[in-house]
């Protein structure tokens, strides 16, 4: 029996958690998963809900490190993990995406010799003033596993030396989340609720956009030429509201956020966004994940910065850079209401079955067999060598 550390601390780790934890569950002859949630993420729109809306059981054990600069937040983590880690002495920490918490936990399970399964691996924006890119790379370096959903992140991981045995091109495992609750996001009313249609839906928390002052004015400025072209959902992540209120800027009430056409509405739940990004005129966004399902539901995304990591949401999806120049925001998504096409070709292997794939290659790692037996046929009989 593998005991199995899933560690997940914020908004976008859960989707890719979630599909994971029911593959391991299912086997569980020869895998014991664990949830540990860091707690970065708390409030809850911004945690409780995706594990209500997922399926997902409460998380096993809560650290509850909360919010803080990065060393604070990423060294919270680290102390409490590890205990996790000396106390059930797993037999791998799978960690996801860019967060801190990825990053803290990395570390801590690579320096007790825990091999660490990085789930999202090689994906690089070459920007190093991003957190997160700090974060991939460092969980990237002490990963044992690194799973990947794009071909360009097995390159850049082959380019920084990393054994190509250790690289499993498994696909997007959020894709396999948006597949599976897609039909019940249908079911949701969210747009009818508001009146809404042909609008355009808005996420915005990148550092680079809203913690200067003069940039989250420019997001202000888009946000307010595109009510001007339609209804604007905007879904306020609690980064971005934080500093709307720091820097006076305010929301509601105010000559550039008063106008009606603009839906400033609290984090939204998992299905009641998906139907929302389904439905959009066009997405404009910073968000990463966001960049993915948009390309992944054929819907035209503009994202506001200067580079991706994500690049395979360009050559093969909706997906435009158009960093922070509010005209140009303006002048494309008013392109888009009035009908542009941004085509779409899904990238390979987001098809809704990457979780059994990781699960294929945790299987190698740890030699665990599942013979066929000849009389039933069925996948049942497991050899541990
Ligand atoms: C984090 C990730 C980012 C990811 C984003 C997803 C890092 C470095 N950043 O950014 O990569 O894209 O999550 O949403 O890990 N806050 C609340 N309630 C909460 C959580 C946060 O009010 O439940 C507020 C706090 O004021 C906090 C601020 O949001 O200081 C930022 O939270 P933090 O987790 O540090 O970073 P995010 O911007 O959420
Ligand atoms: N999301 C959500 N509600 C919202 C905004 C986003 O459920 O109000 C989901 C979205 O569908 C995607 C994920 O959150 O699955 C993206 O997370 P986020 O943008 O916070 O982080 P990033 O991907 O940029 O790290």
Redesign the pocket.
Known sequence: MKTILLVAG???NF?KLAPLHEALTKRKESYRPIVVHTGQHYDD??SD??FRQLGLPEPDINLGVGSGTHGHQTGKVMIAVEEVMLDLKPDMVVVF???NSTLAAAIAAAKLEIPVAHVEAGLRSNDWSMP?EINRIVADRVSTLHFTTCEDANLNLVREGVFEDSIHFVGNI?ID??SKFLPMAEKMTVAEDMNLSDYILV?M??PGNVDDREHLRKIIEILSGLAELAPVVF?I?PRTRKNILEFELSIGGDSVLGNKNLHL??????????KL?KNASVVV?????????TTFLGVPCLTVRPNTERPVTITNGTNTLVGLDPDRVIELAGEYLNGRSAGSDRPVLWDGSTAPRILDAMDKFFSIDYAETEESGNMTEMKQR
């Open positions: 914020t908004r976008p989707m729109r911004m809900v995706f995406g860019d967060v997160e959020m989340s948006l996420t928390h990148r879904p992540h509405v609290e984090p939204l739940g998992y299905l009641e966004f998906l990004e966004t910073d968000s990463g994940g966001v960049q993915e399902e």
